[in-house]
């Protein structure tokens, strides 16, 4: 057979030789890519079982298999991966698994050349184009090239002739960026031929995040928490260092929190007037600061008020020693006008006081005057009954004294060399010497902060601070395992970052069918996750997909690429969210690298996502990719049982699943979609406290449910409206989600004396309103330009949001001009006639000296009226719809007033006085303006004029009816007066 092989292939040789021309010409017809030329049919065999049922046949490759370089001595055998050997030399082996085997070869030249193969035939036969042709000479060296397509054709290289058995292979590819624990991908195979070159390669990544930690109102002594999460130092915005902020804080403190069981019990007069008697009220009131105070202010909680506010004022004195009956003792420090509202007032006092600590003081308030009208009016002060002595006398005629705490409002003192230590060796870490006023920060770096920091430990020499820790946890990766069907591979200990290494494979772990890879990593209680990228590959025959998983603390993001191979009937694609996922948005799909758009349909089974692609072409590539937005649990962990879906509001179910006993439980949310906006719960399966939102002035939310339990379960929601405390942090709590309504109260720590509230659920140009449904009175108000901004205090109110007015909508487009032929004309013929008439009676008036004026305008007019009587609805209401449609009525009719009222001072008798002419033209201008342009003059006005409207349309029309009568009486009064004089008789 080699014999007859080698002849044949001789003549080839020959033939070729002699007969060139006619060579060239066949090449020339049969010619493929540029450079190469197609075999002919005799150069293609194929050698099968009888019963063989194979994708490509030898008459598939007759006329569609092309050559660079040698192609009249090129033979191609198509036959099995087990007959193939038969064709190689002694030495040789295939590496054939596959169905099919194609074997080229060429006994007389042995040097390489590019090989292309008809796309049409790889598409038909293979069903799909191959990326890589992979080939063993018989010497035993194996090969692979790239397929590339150009011209129609898939061109690979094969470096060398004697005998070489191709096959062509896909690969599988998955790609993880930044993979949380949990992390699942899932590839098919069709089966198991072809799998080599299996790697999966792991690096480090550094996962990081704020955990800020503040405290208000602290003394000296006490001890801040600080628990650092992650398992590396943390660092801060400080040069890579944390720090710690010290801001001054000059609160109040109550006498009843200080000395009573902080409750108050009653209230009394203390200053106003007493109707029984009618005396103005005395009182004096016992106080012992706890502290040395420079006193410049003191506050009063004035609990219920009776009567009116008649206006009077106090004299308030201070004075050593105890509540007595002795009036105006000591100094006077103050003049106070009390106003007649309860809540805390200010006492401002005219000099500063020095009122040293462990001392008892008189504070005497002595009313000036009273209003005989036989009734009590009086502001009334809060007091505790838990004084075993008189500390609040009052006099009203005659004495009363209660052995009560009054409600005395006194400032701390000022904070003084704020220190902290963080180790517990006594020695300071960072330090601020001197005094810190009222609001005044100072800020140290805390290099030494460390993952193993438990407590801060606080000194001053006076006063009280705020603290505020700037934190960044870290977590490199550690321990991360790679599961494969059940088989698990790891690496032990962290990787740093950018830090790879290889983890150890076996081909046996690989099934056909679905191929599930899991990720595991050693994320530590508390701290951001612990995260690893992946690179996970291997060759194998048929399907080619790759997965790429981006996920952070926050958010896992999926873009899954596809390729089918055969036509698919109600495709779909599973995506495995995290359990945390607590909202899924941005499904979407595209087709052969087209365009992104929302997939057919799509639902929500747990944390699987499936995505349907409907009927899928051969040979179709889809990618799909989908974002999910996770919560993080404080003091606990959690199961999202049914996230939100793109597309609807947020509603997701959450279960609690392990609870702190000694922590506070709580969701942390401020990453969600609308991580601004206020979070609530719904549906709680306990019974006490609902859930309320803890919000920072950095922008932390956190969702707190103090009356959870393990099981406990509850749907978390947004409202229309986001809360932001300029400092410190607040508690929300919302009672009606689409009112909305809600409460706000100081948080656990520190509360905020200024809060920007956003209602985003508004209409624009309409007028909003922040009601205090405690005080019921307007907070603010503002007009929406979408969304709309209120600001409040930090007072515990519960709020409401109300549309208090709709503004003006922009007039539609008018149409510009007649709309047809028949209505130009019209309006034509009607100006032409209108003008001819004024034109001639112009003429006849001045050429007869008949009618003067009166004579064109009567006529005009006349002419007008016809014209409408005689064609009703057209054409001058057509023209006065088209001015009032437009501006040029109003400018028009400001002229005609302002020129008329001029021509007819200048020209008649009648004089108009200068003010009704600035009057009437200041008047005109501003109609004008407000007509083409609403609210350029009055939009300012507007709100303080709703409240002054009556008394505005009295002096409005009061003071024109006056200056019409002068003007009247000045007409009737003659121009020229003439006395007449009899002399003495």
Request: glycine content about 10%; overall charge negative.
């Amino acid at each position: 057979m080699k014999r007859s092989l080698a002849i044949a292939a001789a003549t080839i040789v020959v033939v070729s030789m002699l007969a060139m021309p006619l060579g060239a010409a066949v090449a020339t017809a049969q010619s493929g890519p540029s450079g190469m030329v197609a075999l002919g049919p005799d150069q293609v065999d194929e050698d099968l079982p009888s019963n063989a049922d194979v994708p490509i046949r030898a008459s598939d490759l007759e006329g569609n298999v092309y050559a660079s370089d040698h192609a009249g001595t090129l033979q191609i055998t198509v036959t099995t991966p087990e007959r193939a050997s038969d064709y190689m030399g002694e030495n040789a082996n295939v590496v054939a698994d596959d169905d099919i085997a194609i074997v080229l070869a060429d006994d007389e030249v042995h040097e390489g050349r590019d090989v292309a193969v008809d796309l049409g035939v790889l598409e038909a036969g293979v069903g799909y184009v191959p990326d890589v042709a992979y080939g063993v000479h018989d010497s035993g060296e194996e090969w692979q090239s790239p397929i590339e397509q150009e011209d129609g054709v898939g061109r690979f290289h094969v470096p060398e002739f004697s005998s070489n058995s191709v096959t062509f292979s896909g690969g599988i590819t998955l790609s993880g960026n930044a993979a949380a624990d949990g992390t699942n991908y899932q590839y098919e195979l069709d089966n198991l031929n072809g799998v080599s070159d299996y790697a999966i390669n792991l690096t480090g990544v550094t996962n990081s995040g704020w955990s800020n930690v503040s405290a208000g109102g602290v003394s000296d002594g006490d001890t801040i928490s600080i628990d650092v999460g992650g398992n590396l130092d943390p660092i801060g915005p400080s040069s890579g260092e944390p720090t710690v902020t010290f801001t001054g804080d000059l609160k109040y403190y109550n006498q009843i929190d200080e000395y009573g069981d902080g409750n108050a019990d009653g209230d009394a007069g203390f200053v106003g007037d007493n109707g029984a008697y009618n005396n103005p009220l005395k009182s004096s009131m016992e106080v012992t600061p706890k502290k040395d105070i420079t006193l410049n202010s003191f506050k009063l909680h004035v609990g219920s008020v009776s009567g009116s506010d008649y206006g009077p004022t106090v004299e308030v004195r201070i004075a050593s020693g105890q509540a007595d009956e002795t009036w105006g003792d000591g100094t006077q420090v103050a003049t106070w006008e009390p106003d007649w509202t309860t809540g805390n007032q200010t006492v401002s006092l005219d000099s500063s006081e020095t009122l040293q600590a462990g001392e008892t003081y008189e504070f005497e308030f002595i009313t000036d005057s009273e209003n005989n009208n036989g009734e009590d009016d009086q502001l009334e002060l809060s007091y505790d009954s838990d004084s075993s002595s008189v500390k609040f006398l009052r006099d009203y005629g005659q004495v009363a004294d209660y052995e009560t705490y009054p409600s005395l409002l006194l400032p701390n003192a000022e904070s003084a060399d704020p220190a902290i230590d963080i180790d517990g060796d006594g020695t300071d870490e960072a330090s601020y010497s001197g005094t810190l006023t009222d609001g005044e920060s100072v800020t140290r770096d805390l290099s030494q902060l460390s993952k193993s920091t438990d407590n801060a430990d606080i000194s001053l020499t006076s006063g009280a601070v705020d603290v505020d820790f700037k934190i960044k946890e870290r977590t490199q990766t550690s321990d991360p395992v790679v599961e494969v069907n059940g088989y698990e591979t790891e690496h032990n200990g962290v990787l740093s970052e950018g830090e790879t290494t290889s983890l150890a494979t076996n081909e046996a772990w690989l099934q056909e069918g679905t191929n599930n890879v899991t990720i595991r990593t050693n994320t530590p209680s508390n701290g951001p996750e612990s995260l690893v990228d992946l690179e996970y590959s291997h060759d194998a025959s048929g399907v080619t997909k790759s997965v790429d998983i981006e996920a952070t603390s926050w958010t896992e993001s999926f873009n899954v690429s596809h390729t089918f191979p055969s036509a698919v009937a109600d495709a779909d694609a599973t995506l495995t969210f995290d359990e945390q996922v607590a909202e899924i948005n941005d499904v979407e799909y595209r087709i052969d690298g087209g365009d992104w758009q929302a997939p057919p349909d799509y639902e929500l089974n747990g944390t699987d996502l499936h995505v349907g692609l409907g009927d899928v072409e051969a040979d179709t590539e889809i990618d799909v990719r989908a974002t999910g937005h996770k919560v993080r649990a404080y003091d606990g962990s959690v199961r999202v049982t049914e996230p939100t879906v793109e597309g609807d509001d947020l509603s997701t179910e959450v279960e609690i699943t392990d609870i702190n006993p000694d922590g506070m439980f709580g969701l942390r949310v401020d990453e969600t979609v609308l991580g601004d906006r206020l979070h609530y719960a719904s549906e709680e399966s306990w019974t006490g406290e609902s859930a309320h939102a803890e919000l920072t002035s950095s922008g932390t939310q956190i969702l707190r449910a103090e009356d959870a339990n393990e099981g406990s379960t509850m749907r978390v929601s947004t409202a229309p409206v986001s809360v932001s405390p300029e400092s410190g942090a607040i508690e929300a709590e919302v009672e009606d989600g689409s009112e909305p309504t809600f409460s706000l109260r100081k948080g656990n720590t520190t509360g905020s004396d200024r809060i920007k509230v956003t209602y985003y659920d508004t209409v624009t140009g309409d007028r909003y309103a922040l009601w205090s449904e405690t005080r019921e009175v307007e907070v603010d108000a503002d007009r929406a330009e979408s969304p709309v901004s209120f600001i409040t205090d930090g007072s515990s109110e519960t709020y409401s949001i109300l549309q208090r007015d709709a503004g003006q909508q922009p007039p539609e487009d008018p149409p510009i001009g007649p709309t047809d032929q028949e209505g130009t004309l019209s309006l034509v013929l009607a100006f032409v006639g209108i003008g001819g008439v004024l034109v001639g009676s112009t003429f006849v008036s001045r050429k007869f000296n008949i009618g003067g004026w009166l004579l064109p305008v009567t006529a005009t007019s006349l002419t007008a009226v016809a014209i409408q009587v005689l064609s009703p609805g057209s054409p001058l209401l057509r023209v006065a719809q088209l001015a009032s449609e437009s501006n040029a009525v109003t400018i028009g009719a400001v002229a005609a007033l302002l020129i008329g009222m001029w021509q007819l001072d200048e020209r008649t008798s009648g004089k108009v006085p200068w003010y009704v002419r600035g009057v009437i033209g200041v008047l005109s201008v501003v109609w004008a303006l407000e007509t083409i342009s609403p609210g350029v003059i009055l939009g300012g006005l507007r709100q303080g004029v709703e409240s002054m409207g009556p008394l505005i349309v009295i002096v409005i029309v009061g003071g024109g009816a006056y200056l019409v009568r002068e003007w009247i009486q000045a007409r009737r009064a003659p121009d020229t007066v003439v006395e007449f004089s009899a002399g003495e008789q």
